[in-house]
């Protein structure tokens, strides 16, 4: 039997994310803010700093080896599509 595809198209792979950039925004600021609280709570200054710097890193890190696709414009959304008709 033929395997299903898993349902992302392979433009939509190449373009990169299909999730709205708001959506990432919140990946990255939801469990820094968490962290950040957790050790102001505890006193933990040096750990605040250090886990900021960490998490960026591994965000810029992640963005640049991808080619900082969720910051480009897919050309395959309807946006896109709607706007190249005449």
């Not at 960490?54 to 959304?77: C, D, P, Y």
């Amino acid at each position: 039997m033929a395997k299903k595809a898993t349902g992302k198209s392979a433009s939509e792979k190449a373009n990169g994310s299909s999730k709205p950039l708001w959506f990432w925004i919140l990946i990255f600021l939801l469990p820094l803010i968490a962290s950040e609280l957790m050790f102001y709570i505890a006193g933990r200054w040096g750990s605040m700093i250090l886990f900021l710097v960490a998490w960026v890193g591994f965000w810029v890190a992640i963005l640049h080896r991808s080619g900082w696709a969720i910051f480009k414009k897919q050309e395959n959304s309807p946006k896109a599509r709607k706007s190249g008709r005449q």
